[in-house]
């Protein structure tokens, strides 16, 4: 009887922490101050101020997935991972990712290379360029930017899709593009950091600045696992902890 009772015990304790068990998938890119890989693998920077208080407070784990963010979203959609962060919230992709949050507020300029542009200062200064700009691949900057390039079908028919931000710098340096969209912080800090960014400006005009979520996959997060994260979000909100987070 007694090792019955001790079986359906230690029957229980493992389903009780098969249930409680709780490790994610989260897609990474290096693209700092965001995010940092130095030589060693480590990662670093603001995403995991965000991140390992928000797997902290649920009680959860996390393991890294490295991809360009297209493809990161594309693998989102089909449960390949988990968990994605500053994510912009569309009625596309609200099809198939939860979106918690806000995380943050992302801002979005254009940057060029020094002198080839004047500083564009207001929305009709880009409703009159003729340039070669570059968006990368499945990046959301708002409804306003659109709107420009219905208006200036020279501008958005000469639109480069590209992923990687090498590849980006790599087209502006041979000539072949003029300029690109792109995240404040990162331009901030690549203009301090890499020699590649010397010769680029960032123009006044603000592209696009909104609230950024983390978004998880509806194909692979259970309901339970994101009740568990929505309810650790409103733990650190109530606490005043993400609202804190700086560079």
């Keep these: 009887m007694l090792n019955i009772r001790a079986f359906i015990f230690l029957v229980f304790i493992f389903s009780s922490f098969h249930a409680n068990a709780c490790k994610l998938v989260v897609h990474v890119i290096n693209y700092p101050p965001l995010a940092i890989k130095d030589k060693n693998d480590n990662w670093s920077g603001l995403n995991f101020k965000y991140l390992d208080p928000l797997f902290k407070e649920a009680n959860c784990k996390y393991k890294l997935f490295e991809t360009p963010f297209a493809r990161g979203v594309s693998l989102a959609k089909n449960g390949t991972i988990d968990l994605l962060l500053n994510i912009s919230k569309t009625d596309e992709r609200e099809k198939n990712l939860h979106f918690i949050g806000p995380q943050r507020i992302e801002t979005i300029r254009l940057a060029t290379k020094k002198g080839t542009i004047p500083l564009l200062r207001k929305w009709s200064d880009l409703e009159k360029l003729n340039s070669v700009l570059i968006w990368q691949t499945g990046a959301f900057f708002g409804d306003r930017i659109v709107e420009v390039m219905e208006k200036n079908k020279s501008l958005y028919n000469k639109l480069l899709y ?45 592209i696009h600045s909104e609230n950024v979520y983390f978004a998880f996959s509806k194909k692979s997060v259970s309901p339970e696992i994101l009740e568990r994260f929505q309810q650790a979000y409103n733990r650190l909100v109530e606490k005043n902890v993400l609202q804190n987070i700086s560079l």
């Design 162 to 206: 590209i992923a990687d931000n090498t590849v980006m710098i790599d087209l502006i340096k041979r000539g072949r593009a003029d300029g690109f969209f792109v995240e404040e912080n990162f331009f901030n800090y690549k203009s301090k950091t890499s020699n590649d960014y010397k010769n680029l400006e960032g123009h006044p005009l603000i």
